[in-house]
């Protein structure tokens, strides 16, 4: 069993800045790719970031230049760093990995934490 804990949600003005954080724990013999996604009030979930285990990023275009998304191979966590954030970055964050647990390879979330950017 997997678990993945998100955290560092919060209430922030335009153009503010936020760190998320989600540590993987349990029985985890590999994490290839991590994720982040975001779940706005009526509207679908979408990828935001993501990081291979050797370190190659991609981004949503809403948000490149703008986040960054790191990770650390030997804590098992992933960052999310999000600057100059705006209200339509409102959402549920939820972190995702892809993991071997020494008997497959599946897919984990974060219980998601929530993002709103308002004045």
């Known amino acids: 069993q997997v678990q993945l804990v998100d955290s560092g949600g919060g209430l922030v003005q335009p153009g503010g800045s936020l760190r998320l954080s989600c540590a993987a724990s349990?029985?985890?013999?590999?994490?290839?790719?991590m994720n982040w996604y975001r779940q706005a009030p009526g509207k679908q979930r979408e990828l935001v970031a993501t990081?291979?285990?050797?370190?190659?990023?991609n981004y949503a275009d809403s948000v490149k230049g703008r986040f960054t998304i790191s990770r650390d191979n030997a804590k098992n966590t992933v960052c999310l760093q999000m600057n100059s954030l705006k209200p339509e970055d409102t959402a549920v964050y939820y972190c995702?990995?892809?993991?071997?647990?020494?008997?497959?390879?599946?897919?984990?979330w974060g219980q998601g934490t929530q993002v709103t950017v308002s004045s």
């Open positions: 995702n990995a892809i993991v071997n647990d020494y008997v497959s390879t599946q897919n984990y």
């Open positions: 349990g029985r985890i013999f590999t994490i290839y790719a």
């Open positions: 990081i291979t285990s050797g370190g190659t990023t």
